[in-house]
């Protein structure tokens, strides 16, 4: 039967290790499953560890000391995380939390600086990703400092609403509590704009899933 590792061989970053390379990686690297809501590492933590996301997904957060939390992204099945603090030998970056069961590859740092830092390709994989994730937070500066809170409920349903029967729905049930921590609002805020978009027939709830009936309108 086949290794759970053999399955990182078709993940473009683990593609570009040669076989020796992944042979040792196979036997050194751990697979570990989650509960939801578990901690895998909070800001400020000194790093030992990068992660892959076999099944599952977590959400990279922010706390402030008045434990108001902004979630910075949802990473999700061939995503990985943890690689920023071992890259620049300062502490994580951010909280990250299972949002539901998930099963973790776990590669340690030895490996991580032997085989990720002196692989060319994997260096400009990692890179490319990481332009890619500072493309999405420059979205993110701009909807929290340039738009109101409406604007970027809007923003955040364009970006994880998915088209099924004809329709943008969100594939998963959200509480409005992840939306405020989305967008940086209160939850209070975020359930005063839902309803009245309800009542106006722009969204509508099926089984507690939110599906947008017609364009949101660009100010509200
Ligand atoms: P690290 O700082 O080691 O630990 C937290 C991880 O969260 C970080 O590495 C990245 O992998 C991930 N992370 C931090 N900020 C963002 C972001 N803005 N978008 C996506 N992932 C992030």
Do not use: W
Request: some cysteine; overall charge positive.
């Amino acid at each position: 039967m086949k290794n759970n590792l053999d399955r990182l061989r078709n993940v473009p970053l683990f593609s570009l290790i040669d076989d020796d390379q992944f042979e040792q990686l196979k036997k050194s690297s751990i697979t570990n499953r989650y509960p939801k809501g578990n901690t895998i590492c909070n800001c400020d933590d000194r790093p030992d560890k990068f992660y892959f996301i076999d099944k599952g997904s977590v959400k990279v957060s922010i706390t402030n000391d008045e434990g108001k939390e902004i979630i910075l992204a949802v990473l999700t099945e061939g995503e990985y995380f943890g690689e920023m603090a071992l890259i620049d030998g300062q502490p994580r970056s951010a909280d990250v939390k299972t949002r539901e069961k998930t099963t973790l590859h776990i590669i340690f740092r030895e490996d991580f600086d032997r085989i990720f830092k002196e692989n060319n390709k994997i260096t400009a994989s990692l890179l490319h990703k990481t332009t890619q994730r500072l493309r999405e937070a420059n979205k993110k500066i701009e909807s929290l400092a340039l738009m109101d809170v409406y604007q970027r409920i809007a923003r955040v349903f364009d970006s994880i609403t998915v088209l099924k029967d004809g329709k943008r729905c969100i594939e998963e049930r959200i509480t409005h509590q992840d939306i405020a921590n989305m967008v940086g609002s209160s939850r209070e805020r975020v359930c005063k704009i839902l309803k009245i978009l309800e009542q106006s027939n722009y969204i509508s709830k099926i089984n507690n899933i939110i599906c947008i009936n017609k364009k949101l309108p660009y100010n509200f």
